[in-house]
């Protein structure tokens, strides 16, 4: 284990329980002077007592790493430091120097060695530490194995995870580093390495974004005399739509009748509080940008006559309000491409009110637009988009077509055959 840190230190004692032989290394000989005698480098509830007995029980040591001590391992697990720079960028400079000291111990290994790599790091960075440092060694592969720890609750987290993450440069090495853990709670998630390495950084994103959002909303409630903890724990209290996997998968921009017009007010409404909410200011926004990346990928494709999968902004409705296709829709055409629409629930002679107007003040040609079903789309374009979620059938339709297809409810452009 090379850093005896917050991460490092709880990570070598935790392993040690789990019944593994840990060597602990660090730059600082005063955290390894703490480790020999048994005592914990700084505080962190259950530390010291796990240090302590694993130390008694011959599973834990610590000194100074070399190349008889590297020899005997099959893992090296990093848990260096990775500061911010001026700039907001990782500095990785402690990793590249621990990379740099094991790959002049290798000598002339031929037994496989893990390098696992705990500490937070930017998706790419394990594939540049192992070009770097290990590229004229085969025996060596590289693994991001983050750590979701938090202080204050570390052991407890260490032995309780919410989340166990490995990805690998070679399935081998993950599994190896997976089963680290097997004596743990909790199945290890075996991913991609970049996959791996963005985890982490998605997932304390969006815990700092849930703690803006709950700050925002209290902040509102608050100015209008509302009780922000009781807004909150009602909030919290629908497992379906709010606390739950809704709305978390990567797709189209949203849209409809409700999400932006109740911003629009939410924002409006705080404004004349006097009151700053960047962070729900900046969500129709977001939402915006989103569906310019979608028009600029759909103007990519190659064909000047596209057929549109979808009008309404998600499937099983014939809603038409503030529907992000219809924007799309406005786009392609005013850049001169052809287009032709199929919805499996638009009927236009069944449409009225202010639906019917919002999609006739935005496509007044509509009618001439919309087909009745997907082989008349399929025959007169070029490409597909997929912009709402197409059911099974459906979906082996447009995939039969053998024609350029951007399904942007997956965010992946593909060519789909039969
Ligand atoms: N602290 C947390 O709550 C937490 C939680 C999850 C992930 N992380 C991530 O884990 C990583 C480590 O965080 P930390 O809080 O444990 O850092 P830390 O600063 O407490 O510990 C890092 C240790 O690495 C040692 N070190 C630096 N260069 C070394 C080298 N070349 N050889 C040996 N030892 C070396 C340092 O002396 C230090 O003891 C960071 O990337 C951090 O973002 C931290």
Do not use: W
Request: charged share 20%; proline share 4%.
């Amino acid at each position: 284990m090379m850093g005896l840190g917050y991460v490092g230190c709880v990570s070598a004692a935790g392993l040690a329980e789990l019944g593994h032989s840990v060597y602990g290394v660090d730059r600082d000989t005063s955290k390894i002077a703490a480790v020999e005698k048994a005592k914990s480098p700084f505080f962190e509830a259950g530390l010291e007592s796990m240090i302590a007995k694993n130390i008694r029980a011959g599973r834990l040591q610590a000194g100074t790493l070399t190349a008889e001590r590297l020899d005997a391992a099959d893992i090296v697990m990093l848990c260096i430091g990775t500061p911010s720079q001026a700039n907001g960028n990782i500095d990785l400079s402690h990793l590249h120097r621990a990379c740099s000291d094991i790959a002049a111990l290798l000598g002339s290994r031929s037994k496989p060695l893990v390098v696992a790599i705990r500490s937070t790091v930017f998706p790419g960075s394990c594939e540049a530490l192992l070009e770097t440092y290990f590229a004229g060694h085969l025996e060596v592969s590289i693994v991001s194995n983050p750590e979701f720890l938090r202080e204050g609750t570390a052991v407890k987290d260490f032995m309780e995870p919410s989340l166990l993450v490995v990805g690998g440069s070679t399935d081998a090495a993950a599994r190896t580093v997976a089963d680290l853990y097997a004596d743990l709670p909790g199945a290890v998630s075996v991913v991609s390495l970049r996959t791996a390495e963005l985890i982490k950084y998605a997932c304390n994103a969006f815990h700092a974004m849930k703690i803006g959002f709950a700050n925002e909303i209290g902040s509102l409630a608050s100015s209008l005399g509302v009780d922000p903890a009781q807004v909150m724990a009602t909030l919290c209290l629908d497992k379906r739509l709010n606390i739950s996997t809704a709305y978390l998968k990567p797709g189209f921009a949203f849209g409809g009748s409700c999400l932006p017009k109740d911003l629009r007010a939410l924002n409006y409404r705080a404004s004349r509080l006097d009151l700053k909410l960047p962070l729900l200011d900046s969500v129709l926004a977001s939402n915006d940008e989103h569906l310019r990346r979608g028009i600029r990928q759909v103007i990519d494709l190659r064909g000047s006559r596209i057929g549109i999968y979808g009008l309404a902004f998600k499937e099983g409705t014939d809603d038409l309000r503030e529907s992000p296709i219809i924007a799309l829709i406005e786009y392609l055409i005013g850049k001169g491409r052809e287009v032709r629409v199929y919805d499996p629930h638009i009927q236009l002679e069944d449409i009225y009110g202010s639906n019917l107007n919002f999609v006739v003040s935005a496509l007044p040609h509509i009618s001439k637009l919309l087909v009745k079903n997907i082989d008349t789309l399929v025959t007169s374009s070029d490409a597909l988009v997929i912009a709402q979620k197409a059911d099974a059938t459906a979906s082996a339709r447009l995939a039969a077509s053998g024609l350029p297809t951007l399904d942007l409810t997956r965010m992946e452009a593909r060519s789909l055959t039969a």
